[in-house]
């Protein structure tokens, strides 16, 4: 049975590598919340490949770069922008790993690039699917919302103010209300509502 070699984990190629897939272990937990392990050995294995890296003399500008990309994937993530943050955070990701390290221990151009292309890839993937997430949940609860009851608050002619499940709504209604009369709502339009009397 093999003994731990920290040899191994202080290349700074594997020390890139375990960077990376510790970025793609949080990912996986921030999509799937609840595993726990993902997150766990994502942490662990980011922050050794990190100490591995500072061993070797980094460059100001090569974490500057990693720190630009970091900020640009998360943003990408978050609130997808089209590709755009997740290609500039790849481009600075790689350029920033292939400056880190002075040779001859530099990190070598086919680890940097390809991992980089990838996570950059991935990010843009994971946005989408957030974004496709966020989209449908709205329209979802658009629809769920046509149909239910409420309170008129104040008099709407043609706006005013409802209560329904629990909140205030921006309310339009193309016949006068009365304030205290009950509406259904019969669309949904953002933060207002269109309601009718209710017969």
């Given at each position: 049975m093999g003994?731990?070699?920290p040899v191994f984990?202080?290349?700074?190629?594997?020390?890139?590598?375990?960077v990376v897939l510790g970025i793609l272990a949080v990912y996986w937990e921030l999509h799937a919340p609840g595993m726990v392990v993902p997150g766990v050995v994502g942490v662990c294995?980011?922050?050794?490949?990190?100490?591995?890296l500072s061993q070797d003399h980094p460059t100001w500008y090569?974490?500057?770069?990693?720190?630009?990309?970091?900020?640009?994937?998360v943003v990408e993530l978050k609130?997808?922008?089209?590709?755009?943050?997740?290609?500039?955070?790849?481009?600075?990701?790689?350029?920033?790993a292939l400056l880190l390290i002075p040779a001859p221990h530099s990190i070598a151009p086919w680890v940097a690039v390809p991992l980089s292309l990838a996570l950059g890839v991935i990010t843009v993937f994971l946005g989408t699917l957030a974004m496709r997430a966020h989209?449908?949940?709205?329209?979802?609860?658009e629809k769920a919302m046509i149909g239910?009851?409420?309170t008129a608050r104040t008099k709407i002619d043609p706006t005013?103010?409802?209560?329904?499940?629990?909140?205030?709504?921006?309310?339009?209604?193309?016949?006068?209300?009365e304030a205290g009369e009950p509406v259904t709502v019969v669309h949904v339009d953002g933060l207002t509502v269109d309601v009718e009397r209710v017969a």
């Open positions: 003994q731990f070699d984990f202080a290349n700074t190629n594997v020390a890139f590598l375990l294995a980011f922050f050794v490949g990190v100490w591995f090569g974490m500057l770069l990693l720190l630009v990309a970091l900020i640009l994937l609130f997808y922008t089209h590709m755009v943050s997740g290609l500039a955070g790849s481009a600075a990701l790689a350029a920033g989209h449908n949940k709205v329209a979802v609860g239910e009851l409420g005013g103010t409802v209560f329904v499940r629990g909140e205030y709504w921006q309310a339009h209604s193309a016949q006068p209300i």
